[in-house]
Structures are given as C-alpha cells and as structure tokens.
C-alpha cells in the first residue's frame, strides 16, 4: 500500500505564496513519477504540475508554480507563488508509473486526501 499525504494548504491573500507537501510511504517514491492536481468547487480535477525525468506544468500555473521532489525524504513539492483567486482548489498529489502521459488522471495510482488552497482577492 502506498500513502500519500499532503500538506501546507491554507488561506493566503492573492499574490502570496504557499508551499505544499506530500509525504509518500509505503512504496519506492523514486520508482514514481509524481503530480499534483486540483480540484475546484463544481468542476473537474485539473492536472497542475508533474515531475519524473522532467518537470511538466500546466499553463495556468507556468512561471509562479515549482514542483520539485527530495527522494531521500519521500517527499514532494510544489512551491507556489504569485497566487490567484482562481488558483483556489483542493489540491492533490498523486503516484504513478512514469509515462508519457503526465497529465492525465488515468495514470496515476495513488492518490492523497488533498489539502486546501483558499487565495482571497
């Protein structure tokens, strides 16, 4: 069983930052590649960010959002900066094989319970 736990959420004013941590166990964190994703009120889970040989990111947050994972800790990251209201969202990190579909949520086994992102305008 792997387990995935995030972390750091919270409510910031808009143009601040956060950073979010999600604690794996119960796996080979190396083995994986890694996302996060978020979800909003009425909408669908979005992918936000991955990393595996690279890093990947999604539009909306290219330039004011890092992913970045410390193996040694089984722990992943993502700082997030110059936030938005619309960066609001429940947010999630997932485990899956690597693949050259990061982006979807069909690859990924292994989900967190989420954390809470609230940026106020």
């Known amino acids: 069983q792997v387990q995935l736990v995030e972390s750091g959420g919270g409510l910031v004013q808009a143009g601040g930052s956060l950073r979010l941590s999600c604690a794996a166990s119960g796996g080979t964190f190396s083995g994986y590649a890694m996302g996060w994703f978020r979800q909003a009120p009425g909408k669908e889970r979005e992918f936000v960010a991955a990393i595996s040989r690279r890093t990947y990111y999604a539009d909306s947050v290219k330039g004011r959002f890092t992913i970045s994972r410390d193996n040694a800790k089984n722990t992943l990251y993502l700082q997030m900066n110059s936030l938005k209201p619309e960066d609001t969202a429940v947010y999630y990190c997932?485990?899956?094989?690597?693949?050259?579909?990061?982006?979807?949520?069909?690859?990924?086994?292994?989900w967190g319970q989420g954390t809470q992102v609230t940026v106020s305008s």
């Open positions: 997932a485990a899956g094989q690597p693949s050259s579909y990061y982006t979807r949520l069909s690859l990924y086994d292994y």
